[in-house]
């Protein structure tokens, strides 16, 4: 699959805030202070990372730190492009998920897929940090804010002066998923989208869903809580039903509108996403009669 690279911005955001776009397949986002610049996440592969370099080029260049939101695949499988050059920093959660076996699986899985990947290392991060961290750029001050749920390791960026939340994964649109279908997991993601909520953003800034507006954040808990109170009404039978996702009142389009034009491809993957989700919530219910 051929993925190309460009520049965009959205209406009213501030111009020293670049979104990076791969294609449909994420947005990374890169920030000028006066101190530094921040690219947040280093896209697919070495190559897009270096393409997105090359179009961010300036006249004089500032010192680079990369950021890696958390180790998904699209997230940070280009920080080769940057090794050596800039320090990454993530959160230390990342490194566990660096060390499990599934993560080199993953890449050897894709690289089998498609040859884009062949050239792909694992590198981790340079420096991390537990809780939050706060990078001072002069001008403008980044807060790393973890916000696990979707992963263990996924942090939000916080730029209070602009009142901007650049989410990530920790938001998305049309729905975001679940680690797993733990009840812990569950939680974490809904507590982390309040934690967004609260912070009033002007504008929020997903990888994924192509879209600045805070009211993405609204729907994104709606959507959770309007899962929740689907399934408390069901029944034990119903609760055991592995196919519950593909049932009347319980599939992904009962719950939001699919976007016009979206491909059958990522439809596909929304449902799956709905389906962890939806799983979720279901454990999240049983324990929840178990304690009571």
């Known amino acids: 699959m051929d993925v190309s690279v460009e520049l965009c911005t959205y209406p009213e955001l501030d111009d020293r805030i670049v ?3 791969a294609g449909d397949e994420v947005d990374a986002m890169f920030v000028r202070t006066e101190r530094f610049n921040v690219l947040i996440d280093t896209l697919g592969t070495p190559e ?8 961010l080029d300036e006249k004089a260049p500032r010192p680079l730190i990369v950021i890696n939101s958390h180790m998904d695949w699209d997230h940070f499988w280009g920080n080769g492009a940057v090794a050596g050059r800039a320090p990454i920093i993530a959160h230390d959660a990342a490194l566990d998920r660096l060390r499990d076996p599934s993560a080199r699986q993953v890449l050897q899985d894709k690289a089998s ?23 001072n750029g002069g001008d403008l001050t980044l807060e790393l804010i973890h916000t696990p749920g979707h992963t263990p390791d996924h942090i939000a960026i916080w730029i209070p002066e602009l009142r901007i939340c650049l989410a990530v994964d920790a938001v998305e649109y049309p729905i975001p998923e679940v680690w797993s279908k733990s009840a812990e997991d569950l939680r974490l993601i809904r507590s982390s989208l309040e934690r967004i909520r609260d912070l ?13 507006s805070p009211s993405t954040v609204k729907a994104n808990l709606a959507y959770f809580q309007s899962l929740a109170e689907r399934v408390d009404g069901l029944s034990e039978s119903q609760l055991a039903d592995g196919q519950l996702s593909r049932s009347s009142g319980f599939r992904l389009e009962d ?4 976007p016009h034009g979206m491909p059958a491809e990522t439809v596909t993957f929304y449902r799956n996403c709905h389906e962890t989700n939806l799983g979720a919530t279901v454990q999240a219910h049983i324990e929840k009669r178990k304690s009571a």
Do not use: K, W, Y
């Not at 897009?48 to 179009?55: E, G, K, P, Q």
């Open 113 to 135: 897929q498609e040859s884009r990947f062949h050239n792909v290392e694992l590198i981790g991060p340079d420096l991390i940090f537990s809780g939050s961290m706060v990078l």
């Open 19 to 21: 979104i990076v776009r």
């Open 255 to 258: 719950f939001i509108a699919i």
């Open 48 to 55: 897009l990372c270096r393409t997105a370099l090359d179009l």
């Open 200 to 212: 009033n953003a002007r504008l929020v800034i997903p990888a994924h869903g192509q879209t600045s």
